[in-house]
Every structure is written in structure tokens, then in C-alpha cells.
């Protein structure tokens, strides 16, 4: 049987090692192989659980936000909603739920979810059957738009960079027989993107940039430069990115070696917070503050929907959720490693949370 390990070794011995961003792609994103195509990804049963899995309250946070936003848009009487890299559809499906308690939301709202994986679309079908989908976000139509993104950016594409004897060098997948191995060869033009601070790092460091990341960021904001507009970006990362080696694999909840079972494991890299807003911004975006998940959600008022979920079910079901309400917003758990930013359209008020 084929893998995608097989394909991967057969390429790298016809063109030579290649780099981390199209390790990972191929990895992610194989249309018969890849991690989204073939696994069963998220929840307490996958390799890894996301904050909307951890709880519905997660959704419907997110989804009174999308009501004021729309009502701070000037409430216009039909707009997209539109998540990009909706998983399972249990995001959307909570929003929804708590937007539509806004008067004329749910007449108003267009779904349009953003997403590579077949598979994954088949399941965001059973729970937002209206939907529409996308292969990105500039084949949504235009028009007025709210655009949230929940650990969307660090499925993205990363280039990784070593530093030796006072040079960069980039990090690189080769193959010993069959085993595949990280190598270092010369940097590519994508290392013009590290920031300066990053770039005199000492030597030994390892620096990472995600274009894939940057461009997504400057085709939100420049499509808000021209519809009114207003994105949530939530994920793990930077407020301020650092040197540091974030490329990591989990499977069935544990850490793996990237490079041992492409394909069978998730990829992913820290978001760099401060680079994704510079690149909207440098689209015409207006960014907020960047903002920890806990702080975010408990501006939102997250612990006052816990507190009356937890007076509604029996006693078992209230540890539960105080359980889940930690999960989302401890500094040891999703609370702090997890940050928020908003990037809008110019002439918008300030969101709330942030
Ligand atoms: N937002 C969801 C899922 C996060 S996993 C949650 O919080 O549970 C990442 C999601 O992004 C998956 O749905 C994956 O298939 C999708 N994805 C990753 N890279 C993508 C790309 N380049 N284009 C479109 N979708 C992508």
C-alpha cells in the first residue's frame, strides 16, 4: 500500500530535500493522504480537542461578539459569516445559536465556511446544512462580512530558519534510506520576512515566518478596505514573536516527532501574533490589541454564562462545566498561550473584549 511517506521519500530523491512549509502542506493537505483528508481530527477521541469542542460556551462567546459587531456595522440586512477552517462545524453551530437571539441576525446572515478537506466539509454539512464553502477567502462573494478564525493560522504553511556561524541557514526534510531526517540547506527569499529583532537573534537560534499566515491576513483586510468588515483571529502563539522551534505533531493527544508519520499526525506552528497584525495593516486593516484567550472571554462575560449553566444541570453537570470554564480561560491551560486579535474595517468602533 501506498503511503504518503512512500511519495514524500520518492520526491525528495528526485528533487532534493524539501522545505518544512511543503513537508507540511503535502502532510495537511494531500488530496488522497493528507492529516484533514483521512483522520478523525478533533474531540476527546482525535488527536487533539479545540476550544469549541472543550465547550459550547466557547461558541456562543464568540457568537454575541458577531452580533455586536454587526450591530457596530450598521446591522446590514445581509452579510457573510464566514470561518475559515471550520473543523467540525461545532463553532459555527454555537454562534449561530446565541447570534440569532439578536433581532435580525438570522434573516441577515450568509454561512461561508473556508475549508480544504473534503471530508471535514461532509461533516460541517450535518451541523450548517445552509452553508456555502469555499476554497478561499477571496472566492467569497463580496460584500459586508464577519470572518473568525479559530486555530485556522497554525495549520498554515511555516518556513523554518537556523542560525550558523552568523548565517541563516533553512531547515529541511531529507531522507536516510527510509527514515526522514531535518537537514540544512540554503535560505530561501522567505527569510526576508523574519523581523529584524528575530534576524540578529544568537547563533544556534531557529526562527520560523508563515507567509501562507501574512497573505490570508492582508486578504481580510484588504477586502474590509472595501465592504465593512470586522475578523476574529484566536490560536496559540506570539504576541510578539521570538526566536524558538514551534513546529510540532501531535497524535492521540501526545507529542510526536514532525517527521516520523506524515500524514498520520497534526501539524502545527505558533502564530505569530505581531507579524499577522503588521500584514494587515500594511492592507489598509486596523488591528486591536492582541489579547490572551482568558482575558478575552471573561470580558465577554463567559463567567456569568457558566455560572447560570451550572445553576441549570444536575449537580455532576455543574464540575463539569466550572471543569470546562477553566480549560478555556486558566493561565496553565488555553487562558494565556491562546490570544485574540481582531483586524477591522477603518471606520469601525473598537471591538469589545480586547
Ligand atoms: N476551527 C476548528 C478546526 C481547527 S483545525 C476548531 O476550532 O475546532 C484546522 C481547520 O482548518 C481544519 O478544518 C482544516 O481542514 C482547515 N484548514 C487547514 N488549512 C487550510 C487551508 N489552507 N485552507 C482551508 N482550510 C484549511
Known amino acids: 500500500m501506498t503511503t504518503l511517506k512512500d511519495i514524500l521519500l520518492k520526491r525528495i530523491a528526485h528533487q532534493g530535500p524539501m522545505n ?27 488527536d ?13 462567546m464568540l457568537g454575541l461578539w458577531c452580533a455586536v459587531r454587526w450591530a457596530a456595522m450598521g446591522k446590514p440586512a445581509s452579510f457573510y459569516l464566514i470561518e475559515l477552517g471550520p473543523g467540525r462545524g461545532t463553532l459555527m453551530a454555537d454562534m449561530l445559536r446565541a447570534a ?13 465556511f473556508v475549508e ?25 462573494p463580496d460584500g459586508p462580512s464577519i470572518i473568525v478564525a479559530n486555530e485556522f493560522f497554525d495549520a498554515l504553511p511555516i518556513h523554518q530558519f537556523e542560525k550558523r556561524n552568523g548565517k541563516w541557514l533553512e531547515r529541511a526534510v531529507a531522507a536516510e534510506g527510509e527514515t526522514l531526517k531535518p537537514v540544512l540547506v540554503p535560505a530561501s527569499a522567505k527569510l526576508a520576512l523574519l523581523p529584524a529583532r528575530v534576524r540578529a537573534a544568537a547563533d544556534g537560534s531557529i526562527a520560523e515566518v508563515c507567509p501562507a499566515g501574512l497573505s490570508v ?31 510540532q505533531a ?4 501526545a507529542y510526536v516527532d514532525p517527521l516520523s508519520e506524515p500524514g498520520l499526525a497534526d501539524l502545527t506552528a505558533h502564530v505569530a501574533f505581531d507579524q499577522i497584525a503588521l500584514a494587515a495593516e500594511s492592507k489598509g486593516g486596523v488591528c486591536s490589541r492582541i489579547t490572551q484567550q482568558g482575558q478575552f472571554l471573561m470580558r465577554l462575560g463567559i463567567g456569568a454564562r457558566a455560572q447560570q449553566l451550572a445553576t441549570s444541570v ?25 490570544k485574540v486579535l481582531a483586524i477591522q474595517s477603518p471606520n469601525l468602533p473598537s471591538p469589545p473584549g480586547l
Open 100 to 112: 440569532n437571539a439578536a433581532p435580525g441576525f438570522g434573516n441577515a446572515v450568509k454561512v461561508a
Open 20 to 46: 518544512i512549509a511543503d513537508y507540511m502542506a503535502e502532510c495537511l493537505m494531500h488530496p488522497k493522504y493528507g492529516y484533514y483528508q483521512t483522520a478523525k481530527v478533533f474531540g476527546a477521541d482525535g
Open 250 to 253: 501531535l497524535k492521540a493527544h
Open 314 to 338: 444536575e449537580a455532576n453537570g455543574q464540575e463539569r462545566i466550572l471543569g470546562e470554564l477553566k480549560r478555556l480561560t486558566a493561565p496553565d491551560e488555553m487562558g494565556e498561550l491562546f
Open 116 to 140: 480544504a478537506s473534503d471530508q471535514l466539509r461532509a461533516v460541517q454539512a450535518e451541523k450548517v446544512p445552509h452553508a456555502k464553502w469555499f476554497d478561499r477567502l477571496a472566492d467569497v
Open 48 to 60: 487533539f480537542i479545540t476550544a469549541p469542542e472543550v465547550s459550547q460556551m466557547f461558541g456562543e
Open 217 to 247: 491576513a492582508g486578504d481580510i483586510a484588504a477586502r474590509f478596505t472595501h465592504h465593512t468588515g470586522t475578523a476574529l483571529v484566536i490560536d496559540y502563539g506570539y504576541a510578539i514573536s521570538a526566536p524558538g522551534d514551534s513546529f
